[in-house]
């Protein structure tokens, strides 16, 4: 499954915000230096998408808030696991 992200870092929590400007939007506590937030993110998807932290790889956008992630696995259950996540966060339109 291909994930078209808005990262946003040096948040108070880890948390799916939502969709955002047709993105999902994640925000980390982790700093964006020394590549800290883009190994949280891997982290913080492997665990959301119970898979292993191999199976999510980082395409493009490692020194950008915008980022590309592919998570590797049966393509069904990670698109339920998505929609669960998504209904646990605010309302699609939902804006920061």
């Known amino acids: 499954m291909l994930l078209s992200l808005l990262l946003q870092p040096r948040a ?19 700093p964006p230096v020394d590549n800290q937030a883009n190994e949280a993110l891997c982290r913080f998807l492997a665990k959301a998408f119970q898979v292993s932290k191999t199976h999510v790889q980082l395409l493009s956008g490692s020194t950008s808030r915008h980022k590309k992630v592919l998570v590797c696995g049966p393509y ?10 998504l209904s646990q966060t605010p309302s699609p339109d939902f804006h920061l």
């Open 12 to 30: 108070s929590r880890n948390a799916f915000v939502g969709l955002y400007n047709g993105k999902l939007k994640i925000c980390l506590t982790a």
């Open 76 to 85: 069904a259950p990670l698109l339920v696991r998505l929609q669960q996540l």
